[in-house]
């Protein structure tokens, strides 16, 4: 099977009919090669998925994985999305695509901002302004290997490959 | 940086060092040639996100040659639009020449990691695959296609598991409700349910089935071993056996209250039935056209075997998780980054659910923020605390143990006096109901200890000031313990109350011992008893506790209900009530071969009476259960229980006397004596061959050699461990250097590029230096000292090169403010 996502073809058949509920006026039920990609459903639509609903991260991870950054999924971006996210994606490509998404400011490095924001998504603004810079702080003293004040992505790896609850949390069944 | 996409057409495989080559064939890089961008974007660190398997794949190559290298097809993916992507052509392989269909599958599983969009994925691949591929010689091209036959029925199987994949919408629903860490019960339990349909099986197949379907023959001399002289030690006793079968008999009334009721206790018409150890007969079977089943070899073997596979699954799931808990624990544990970083469960979908989790979330660093306060009380606890602190400890611990000790002697005293009212002589004129009270009374104390004792222990630990994480534990720890121990003291009582002194011929208990004629069954039933009350109290708990609880604070509208809340799905405590139902398993499937298949029912109907509570009757806890840090721990308590099992098990297989009334070793005197007779049977090559292997000499042999092996390994992972630290100093040494020199290099960017040259020919060869860079010597170093190494500290002596006007200043870019400790590492790099 020549296929380049982490799926079996009834898995990306399961895939395509969800992507199709979420407006079936716009995909038809046949896609030819190059609608796969050119035909977008917009990014309000998407977020409004079930999956993603609830996740504070979904604007940035529609953001990530469509091709332009706008947020509106073609179907091919939609696969690579719940490909990565699936079981079977191993660590690297998880890590990859995490360490984008986390990057608000996408200059590929986490600074503290980037911390900030993610802390902020997290607790949905509870946390005081203290604890949102003692926490940072935390990260940073952790991570933070050669003292740049910010994460490359290196270092981003080095605290996945320890963090044992990654691969169980960065997941989504669908 | 715009979060702008690689096109294709730049694709190109090649296997060359990113930096070696940038220093050796595109000099104008660094200097003036490319205005406005600076070398910092080059850095392979940097590279690494974009060309993440580029950057794994270059780091490799500097160990194996060029020539190899080549041959292993890297893809190195670069961006069209961006400057500072070197085009490599020195080494270049396209790969859309590549002819061999096998290299062609491994570059699609390459590609299929490349951080890049499906759409360029997708283009690659067909061009992977359009090139015209050169057919392969015979044997090569036979074997590929066995391969891709293989692959092909591997995915089918896949794809056929994943249609009958039980529960997988329960699994989801739960997931998106609760969260992974309630999930990772249920794969537990799942896990579990396949161990115990396994085991099921192989009882069915080959005890119940033959003894069941073939008709019983005499005792042949393959199960006495009559007339082999290899044998002849082995003491068997068959009119013995025919005699006290004889006399055992059970009284059965039809009455229908006694059926229920034998039916909850196992005696009466369920004695003799196939459930219990005591139906199976010792002979061999008559399969017809003299062929033989000889039924106790068959039944130690699927024993020994059981107990084997359960072991080997448990070792390569424990395996599994070992992993994670011990690359967690052996370097320094991120508890910040992994909160932050793998915090938020992706797969949640419920709302309320995710609302409780961001506040589980928020809850998680607040308690790390009172660790640190716990710690700094720790610290400053003077010596007189300390004192008062570890006696009210080693006090809370002598009160555990008298409870555990209390609980212990409680379950004693009450299976000795059911065993003997049950086999006293004024039972008949007895109620009904008392005697089914007095039967099921043990396992109805060991129900309640283990619900009430728990909660003892939970106030208990208040008073010993520990951290939160460490409550958690030793609460655990201590659970673990009252469940294990009242179950080992109900073994014990069971063995003083079968192993009593007086007996008589047919080794039935004479007064004052109880009278057990089949003590087998007897023990079976005592394990069917706990397997059904077990079931009972988790029906019991949750449609009688957890949803009346829900239902009054959900719809009742008292503050004080609203308060109290749902209860809260508490995964240890349930993890530990399969732990125990397994236990029971392995305990009871010697004596009553057909407690696996209760298991198997009880554990298929747990699981929808659970999916009920976690879905309706129950909210995420608190402090949510981490899957990864606790799998590992219930493995590891499932392997103590497993062997506390074997112990048992093992035992009366060895010491303890088979009764000669009843089941497949009533000829015995000691139940292994099967194995001896059958062996003795076999060509005498064969039998000298195990004999010898047997022996103590050869088993002595192998503990030693076993003992060397575990020394050599964990000789071998403490080296390991300090490498680790050793290699992350230097990794922070190196990126302090990297710091120094990229601010160096920019600083002079601009200048005339021969010394450029210079500094990066420097810089490529000497290894950096132990030792922080201090800015202080920077300032110190006199321009006219000879010194060649490039160092932080002795960076003026470049030849031709006058140190720049400002060599004196602090080096301030950005960050002016933050220079403490004479460290460059605040010194900000905000190029582009």
């Known amino acids: ?174 | 940086m715009s979060n702008t996409r690689p096109k294709l057409g730049d694709f190109k495989i090649s296997n060359s060092f990113v930096t070696k080559q940038l220093v050796e064939k595109h000099g104008g890089l660094y200097g003036s040639n490319r205005p406005g961008k600076s070398i910092y974007n080059e850095l392979p660190s940097k590279q690494a996100l974009r060309n993440k398997l580029g950057a794994r794949f270059t780091r490799k190559s500097l160990k194996s040659n060029r020539h190899q290298a080549e041959k292993k097809n890297k893809i190195h993916p670069q961006e069209n639009g961006n400057v500072e992507m070197i085009p490599f052509q020195e080494n270049e392989i396209n790969i859309f020449e590549v002819k061999d269909r096998k290299t062609q599958w491994e570059i699609l599983e390459i590609l299929k990691q490349l951080p890049t969009p499906y759409s360029v994925r997708k283009e690659l691949r067909d061009k992977l695959f359009s090139g015209s591929v050169k057919p392969r010689g015979g044997c090569s091209r036979w074997w590929y296609n066995q391969q891709l036959q293989w692959n092909k029925t591997k995915i089918f199987c896949t794809e056929l598991g994943y249609k009958f994949e039980l529960w997988r919408n329960s699994f989801k629903s739960i997931e998106g409700n609760q969260g992974s860490g309630v999930l990772s019960y249920f794969v537990f339990m799942k896990w579990l349910f396949f161990l115990n349909i396994f085991i099921f099986a192989l009882q069915f197949i080959f005890i119940l089935l033959p003894q069941v379907i073939w008709p019983t023959g005499s005792y042949a001399t393959s199960v006495t071993g009559a007339g082999n002289s290899l044998s002849s030690d082995i003491i068997v006793n068959t009119t013995r056996a025919n005699t006290c079968s004889a006399l055992y008999t059970v009284n059965v009334t039809t009455a229908s209250y006694k059926v229920v009721q034998d039916f909850l206790q196992g005696t009466g018409w369920m004695e003799k039935t196939a459930l219990f150890y005591g139906y199976y007969s010792a002979d061999a079977l008559d399969l017809g056209s003299s062929n033989e089943y000889i039924m106790p070899l068959a039944y130690i073997l699927v024993t020994i075997i059981c107990l084997l596979v359960s072991l080997v699954q448990m070792t390569r799931h424990t395996i599994q998780s070992f992993r994670e808990t011990l690359l967690s624990t052996s370097t320094k544990h991120s508890e910040y980054g992994n909160t932050v970083f793998a915090g938020w469960d992706f797969a949640m979908v419920d709302e309320k659910s995710a609302i409780l989790r961001s506040k589980s979330i928020y809850n998680d660093i607040v308690s790390e923020l009172e660790e640190e306060k716990y710690k700094q009380r720790v610290a400053m606890r003077t010596g007189g605390d300390k004192c008062k602190l570890y006696t009210i400890r080693f006090l809370i611990n002598i009160f555990v143990l008298a409870c555990l000790g209390g609980a212990g002697y409680g379950i004693y005293s009450i299976t000795d006096f059911s065993a003997s009212f049950t086999q006293s002589a004024d039972v008949t004129s007895k109620d009904d109901l008392t005697v089914l009270l007095v039967q099921y009374s043990p396992s109805i104390v060991i129900a309640v200890l283990n619900g009430v004792v728990p909660l003892v222990f939970g106030i208990v630990v208040k008073g010993e000031d520990y951290s939160q994480p460490m409550v958690v534990k030793i609460t655990l720890i201590r659970v673990v313990f009252l469940r294990l121990a009242s179950l080992a003291v109900l073994i014990a009582s069971i063995y003083v109350t079968i192993s009593c002194s007086t007996k008589d011929g047919c080794r039935r208990g004479t007064s004052p011992c109880v009278d057990i004629p089949c003590w087998e069954t007897y023990v079976g039933q005592a394990f069917y008893k706990l397997v059904i009350m077990e079931f009972l109290v988790e029906f019991a708990v949750t449609f009688f506790y957890e949803l009346p609880r829900k239902l009054l604070t959900t719809k009742c509208k008292s503050n004080f209900l609203q308060k109290i809340g749902p209860a809260e799905f508490d995964v240890p405590i349930s993890v530990l009530d399969l732990v125990y139902l397994q236990t029971l398993c392995w305990l009871g499937f010697f004596y009553s071969p057909l407690i696996p298949t209760m298991v198997v029912i009880a554990v298929f109907v747990m699981f929808y009476i659970k999916q009920l509570s976690a879905l309706y009757c129950t909210v995420p806890a608190q402090k949510p259960y981490r899957a990864s840090k606790s799998n590992s721990f219930f493995m590891f308590v499932l392997m103590i229980a497993f062997f506390m099992c074997c112990v048992p098990v093992g035992y009366s297989i060895y010491k303890v006397p088979p009764s000669p009334s009843c089941g497949p070793f009533r000829i015995y005197n000691d139940m292994i004596d099967i194995i001896f007779i059958t062996y003795a049977w076999w060509p005498t090559t064969l039998y000298s061959i195990v004999d010898t292997l047997t022996s103590t000499a050869v088993i002595g042999a192998l503990l030693i050699l076993l003992i060397l092996i575990i020394y050599y390994c964990s000789a071998r992972s403490s080296v390991y461990k300090e490498m680790v630290k050793v290699l992350q100093e230097q990794l922070v040494l190196d990126g302090k250097d990297k710091a120094f020199l990229l601010a160096r290099v920019n600083e002079l960017t601009g200048n005339k590029g021969g010394k450029n040259e210079q500094r990066r020919e420097r810089a490529r060869r000497s290894p950096p230096p132990p030792g922080p860079p201090q800015l202080k010597t920077v300032n110190e170093v006199t321009p006219n000292s000879k010194k060649m190494n490039v160092s932080p500290s002795h960076t003026s002596e470049i030849k031709n090169v006058p140190p720049p006007a400002d060599y004196d200043q602090p080096l301030n870019y950005n960050r002016a403010d933050n220079i403490s400790d004479a460290r460059i590492s605040n010194v900000g790099f905000d190029f582009d």
């Open chain 1, 1 to 174: 099977m020549k296929d380049c996502t982490f799926f079996t073809r009834k898995e990306i058949l399961r895939i395509f009919r969800r992507y199709r509920e979420l407006l079936p006026e716009m995909v038809p039920l046949d896609m030819t090669n190059g609608e796969t990609n050119r035909i977008k459903i917009p990014f309000e639509t998407i977020r409004k998925m079930p999956e993603l609903k609830e996740n504070p991260f979904h604007q940035r991870m529609c953001e990530v994985f469509s091709e332009d950054g706008s947020g509106n999924m073609s179907y091919d971006d939609f696969l690579d999305m719940f490909s990565v996210f699936s079981e079977a994606a191993p660590r690297d490509i998880k890590t990859v695509y995490a360490f984008r998404i986390y990057d608000f400011d996408t200059d590929n490095y986490l600074n503290k901002k980037d911390l900030e924001k993610t802390l902020l998504c997290l607790t949905r603004n509870e946390l005081t302004s203290e604890e949102v810079s003692f926490v940072v702080d935390k990260v940073l003293e952790e991570a933070d290997l050669d003292d740049d004040g910010m994460l490359s992505f290196i270092e981003f790896e080095h605290v996945i490959s320890r963090s044992p609850d990654f691969l169980n949390t960065f997941h989504i069944r669908i």
